[in-house]
């Protein structure tokens, strides 16, 4: 089944022509429980979206788009859309978790006992801002970054743990936590140097163990979150690798790179465990002329953990299944640059540089007993220590998804 365009969102300013008239949408958002969207729109802004929608809102919002009417997404439950004004352009973005304030504390930014949300914007100059969502309103920043903070990783456990990608090729971790605050500001607990590049992306592992780190060079690296040290190199691409992702379960990581591949590694290892080209759809042109414009700009991961989705160069979003080694599913769409699933399933949100945001129908998928019992295991299971265990080679196989 052909994803089908459920809404698009557009800027709702003109365009401003001076050096901050940038209109790419960079990065896309939902926090984890997906209540809120997040867009980098262009402009220096950021907007907010109450995301209490389900499908029939969304398609409730595409027949508004096609009558004419205004498609944006309207406030739900008291919560009200807001514009974020960054003073610069905005490259990445970051939801998380914010603890809330203990007795006896006097903290403004949360209610006592009561979490709040908050969202975490990369910005050109190097700076981190960190808003509350609910009101809106600027916390902090966070400055430390000699140019653009290009990504964004909050720890997925829940932990004040923040991982930030730079073009001056380093990655920084910072602790928001209230003991990493100090009259200086916010910890930075370890610079992480290694790349040679400009560093494109980072991201975590659900298990909160290790860090993925992608830059403008044919190698990703792989960072330890204990010990914030270099745990190896991940080589095989032909080109800059741009874009990565782990596995809900942790035990596969994708790279995405311009050489128009994705490459499934196991991350304990380092094993290549296959590779997804990006051919063009007609079979009659020559790939080797066209694979310039396959050159992929992002990759992520289902919630469930058994489809892929890419988007490349060649205007296409394609989604994967685990299993298979060509996609199952196209989408034609213009200039994407980053995607990202609702952290529910069912629908995939793109951001384009023209600044628009669409989304899309994601294949809706009932997960097998093997499959939900495989990714409980390796939860908490390292290939290693599944390969110890005295079971059967071929379930051995299976549990390290090694029987595609």
Not at 102 to 113: F, H, I, K, Q, V
Not at 366 to 390: E, N
Request: proline fraction near 5%; charged fraction near 20%; glycine fraction near 8%.
């Amino acid at each position: 089944e052909e994803p089908v365009l459920l809404a698009e969102l557009k800027p709702g300013r003109p365009q401003r022509y001076d050096w901050k008239s940038s209109c790419e949408t960079w990065s896309v958002a939902f926090s984890p429980d997906g209540a809120w969207f997040a867009w980098s729109q262009g402009h220096c802004v950021v907007k907010l979206i109450p995301w209490p929608l389900g499908e029939a809102e969304l398609c409730k919002t595409s027949e508004r788009k096609s009558r004419g009417g205004k498609a944006e997404a309207r406030s739900h439950g008291g919560a009200k859309e807001k514009m974020l004004e960054c003073g610069q352009i905005v490259w990445g973005l970051a939801f998380s978790a914010w603890p809330a304030a203990e007795e006896g504390e006097m903290d403004p930014t949360c209610a006592m006992g009561i979490p709040c949300l908050v969202l975490a914007t990369g910005l050109n100059d190097g700076q981190i801002k960190v808003w509350e969502v609910q009101t809106g309103h600027l916390l902090f920043s966070l400055l430390g970054h000699q140019d653009v903070v290009r990504d964004l990783s909050f720890a997925p456990n829940g932990s004040p743990i923040l991982v930030s990608a730079s073009r001056d090729k380093t990655l920084r971790v910072w602790d928001l936590s209230r003991d990493g605050r100090s009259m200086q500001g916010w910890r930075q607990v370890q610079v992480l140097s290694g790349h040679v590049q400009w560093v494109y992306c980072c991201s975590i592992s659900p298990d909160c163990s290790m860090l993925c780190s992608a830059a403008g060079e044919k190698s990703a690296l792989l960072w330890s979150m204990r010990s914030y040290t270099l745990i190896r190199r991940l080589e095989g691409h032909q080109s800059s690798v741009v874009s990565c992702d782990f596995s809900p379960d942790s035990a596969l990581l994708v790279t995405a790179s311009y050489d128009a591949c994705v490459i499934m590694w196991d991350p304990y290892t380092g094993e290549q465990l296959r590779t997804l080209r990006h051919v063009p759809l007609h079979s009659t042109l020559d790939y080797s002329s066209e694979i310039h414009t396959s050159s992929l700009r992002s990759v992520c991961f289902s919630p469930e953990g058994l489809y892929l989705a890419t988007v490349a160069d060649d205007r296409l979003l394609r989604i994967w299944a685990l299993e298979l080694r060509s996609p199952v599913a196209f989408a034609p769409m213009t200039n994407g640059l980053c995607c990202i699933y609702f952290p529910h399933g069912g629908f995939i949100a793109t951001g384009t540089r023209d600044g628009h945001v669409q989304f899309w129908t994601a294949p809706r998928v009932l997960s097998s007993l093997k499959h939900l019992c495989r990714k409980a295991l390796r939860t908490f299971l390292t290939t290693y220590q599944v390969l110890a265990l005295p079971i059967p080679r071929k379930l051995k196989e299976f549990l390290t998804y090694r029987t595609f």
